[in-house]
Structures are given as C-alpha cells and as structure tokens.
Nanobody, 127 residues
Framework: QLQLVESGGGLVQPGGSLRLSCAAS????????IGWFRQAPGKEREGVSC????????NYVDSVKGRFTISRDNAKNTVYLQMNSLKPDDTAVYYC????????????????????WGQGTQVTVSS
C-alpha cells in the first residue's frame, strides 16, 4: 500500500520559513489528492492545504493563505509545503495524507477522505 514519509520539520523563530516534504513510495502519487494537516496540543487535527495531483488545483485554509505554498515534484513522487512568515500559532505536528477525495479552490480535502497517512513531523515556532 501507499507509504508516506514527512520530513523538514524543526524549530524556527517567528517570521522564519520551513519546507516540509511528503515522499511517497510503493505507488505513484499521480492520481491522488494530497493534503497537509496539522494538530496542535489539545486541539483537533485540521486541514491546512491540499493539491489535486491530476489537475494541480490547490486549496488553503484561511489562516495560511499568502504564507504557505503547496507544490509537487512528479519525478520525485513528492509533495512539498513551503511555509513562510511562520507564527507561533503554526506550531503543531504536520501530517501529509493521500486519498481520492476532492481538492478544489472552493472545496478542501478532508480528514475523512484521507486513506493513507504519514507519521508526522513536528514544527515549532518560538523565539
């Protein structure tokens, strides 16, 4: 089955940047929708961004619009989340997930649609 591995998390100061990677193995990502989700301590897991790998359509939660960018590298079977202007509120464990759900500019990929999950990577924004 599809396996996903996240990397790129770490400790960064407010205003800094990180790039998360979600590398897939066993199967190509070409026909999946990929989502980035995050879960802060004591909070529910929430969707951050998604990309439809068949159409390239992307979606972002309002709190990260203009700061985060999701992209793909088909040759590397990898999806990225570039995070700029990071804030303490962005502190969370970030997960990538894959499924066959919808991702459009109006409709985000949801937790319930995710069939495969990575193990997560910690992002801490603190001075």
């Amino acid at each position: 089955q599809l396996q996903l591995v996240e990397s790129g998390g770490g400790l960064v100061q407010p205003g800094g940047s990180l790039r998360l990677s979600c590398a897939a193995s066993k199967f190509t990502l070409d026909y999946y929708t990929i989502g980035w989700f995050r879960q802060a301590p004591g909070k529910e897991r929430e969707g951050v961004s998604c990309i439809s790998l068949s159409s390239g359509t992307t979606n972002y939660v309002d709190s990260v619009k203009g700061r985060f960018t999701i992209s793909r590298d088909n040759a590397k079977n990898t999806v990225y989340l570039q995070m700029n202007s990071l804030k303490p509120d962005d502190t969370a464990v970030y997960y990538c997930a894959a499924g066959f759900g919808v991702c459009t500019r109006a409709t985000p990929f949801t937790l319930e649609e995710a069939d495969y999950w990575g193990q997560g990577t910690q992002v801490t924004v603190s001075s």
